[in-house]
């Protein structure tokens, strides 16, 4: 009981790391979200211009691209709303997450509690048992704890880091796909049938990027309590912004065949920083279970030894 009562507690610090991370989150979304939807009504508003009677709609009609000029606009719109509505979902997800992080903080408080009072006991009985080792024990019994916690920790965040790879591997081949599409599109094979599987390849990958976008976010909640190189951080602090990113290389104008070369090489770069920092922290698992075995022979040789 006190072992797990330990492991519990010790999860306490590295929640409130996660609940400022998520705090953080939280406010540069809700901006973002702002700016996002001030954007999207200035383009929804240029639609507006040009379909009613305006100024701009008479000047377009007269030199005659109208139809070319409202289409680039309602391409402009679709593409704002995209990210607006990319943007509220990520606010939405993070405002579960922080909920999920207090209730776990919580708890982690109540254990830390029930430690003290339960670790007072058996320091009582240790010094009553007259063993030498009682400190030594229990200093070793806390740094196993600690180090347990940890390795949860980097197993959490491995898992994520997975889940975000497996869904950047989609991403890329929905790309992959409508990329060979417009090839054959470009080389005469084109037709409805053509156009019409290029872009449903693209509308796969539009959600599986909201969804991407979502992973990339929980993946550097997890990581935020860890310590990792300098040089790693600021590559996964890039992942807020990756659908912002990736929606501007792509939707603002996908009918260009070099806007989805351009976005398989966006994804591909993220799914490259995500193995690398998987890498990093495979090797902070292997490293603290070593360190794991070290304490409990330390600890099995003190209780053979007492």
Not at 89 to 116: F, H, M, P, W
Not at 121 to 143: F, H, N
Request: proline share 0%; hydrophobic share 40%; aromatic share 6%.
């Amino acid at each position: 009981m006190l072992l797990e009562l330990q492991r519990q507690a010790a999860m306490k610090p590295s929640l409130e790391v996660k609940l400022t991370e998520l705090q953080h989150q939280r406010q540069t979304f809700e901006s973002e979200v702002t700016t996002l939807r001030a954007a999207f009504r200035k383009e929804q508003a240029d639609v507006e211009r040009l379909e009613g009677r305006s100024l701009a709609n008479y000047f377009y009609q007269v030199v005659g691209r109208l139809d070319e000029k409202l289409d680039q606009e309602r391409q402009e719109a679709y593409a704002a709303k995209v990210k607006v509505d990319a943007a509220e979902r990520e606010l939405a997800g993070i405002e579960v997450d922080l909920q999920s992080v207090k209730t776990q903080l919580s708890e982690a408080s109540v254990a830390e509690a029930k430690y003290r009072q339960e670790l007072e006991k058996k320091y009582s009985v240790l010094k009553l048992s007259g063993t030498d080792a009682a400190d030594q024990i229990m200093k070793i019994e806390q740094k196993i704890a600690a180090k347990e916690a940890e390795k949860q920790e980097i197993r959490e965040a491995i898992s994520a880091g997975r889940s975000a790879d497996s869904t950047a591997d989609r991403v890329l081949s929905e790309l992959k796909s409508a990329e060979g599409w417009n090839t054959w599109d470009m080389f005469g094979g084109g037709g409805i049938i053509t156009h019409m599987a290029k872009h449903e390849h693209l509308d796969s990958a539009q959600d599986l990027v909201s969804n991407l976008q979502g992973k990339l976010r929980r993946f550097k909640t997890e990581l935020a309590d860890i310590r990792i190189t300098a040089s790693m951080q600021v590559n996964v602090d890039g992942f807020l912004r990756f659908a912002d990113y990736f929606f501007d290389g792509l939707f603002a104008d996908w009918a260009v065949g070099d806007k989805i070369s351009q976005s398989i090489s966006s994804v591909t770069e993220t799914k490259r920083q995500i193995v690398r920092t998987l890498d990093k922290l495979r090797e902070m698992e292997k490293a603290t279970d070593g360190e794991i075995v070290k304490l409990h022979q330390k600890l099995d040789n003190l209780i053979v030894n007492a």
